[in-house]
């Protein structure tokens, strides 16, 4: 069955970095565009970045654009968020997932909380 697996989240102070990873699992990775979504206290999930099959088509919501990298391994099948000068308003759970296979389980997903 399909597992997606969120790590890397923690808690930094605003300026601070952090690198997030996905493992996937369970259907062709490399056959699917993937992306990283976020939800914030009493907010609705929003996707934050999208990565192409080949890596070559990268899209990202305004809000993160410039500060945040999407990347991806096939050869791993994973997928990572690198967050750069984080603001408390990217406080959120983060959750990856294929935008083609909406019936797929959401993973657990990994807590990022930007505080001093």
């Known amino acids: 069955q399909v597992q997606l697996v969120e790590s890397g989240g923690g808690l930094v102070q605003p300026g601070g970095s952090l690198r997030l990873s996905c493992a996937a699992s369970g259907f062709p990775f490399k056959d699917y565009n993937m992306r990283w979504y976020r939800q914030g206290p009493g907010k609705e999930r929003e996707w934050v970045a999208h990565i192409s099959i080949g890596g070559a088509a990268i899209d990202y919501v305004d809000s993160v654009n410039g500060r945040f990298v999407i990347s991806r391994d096939n050869a791993k099948n994973m997928v990572y968020l690198h967050m750069n000068n984080l603001k408390a308003e990217d406080t959120a759970m983060y959750y990856c997932?294929?935008?083609?296979?909406?019936?797929?389980?959401w993973g657990p997903g990994t807590q990022v909380t930007v505080s001093s």
């Open positions: 997932h294929a935008p083609s296979r909406p019936a797929d389980s």
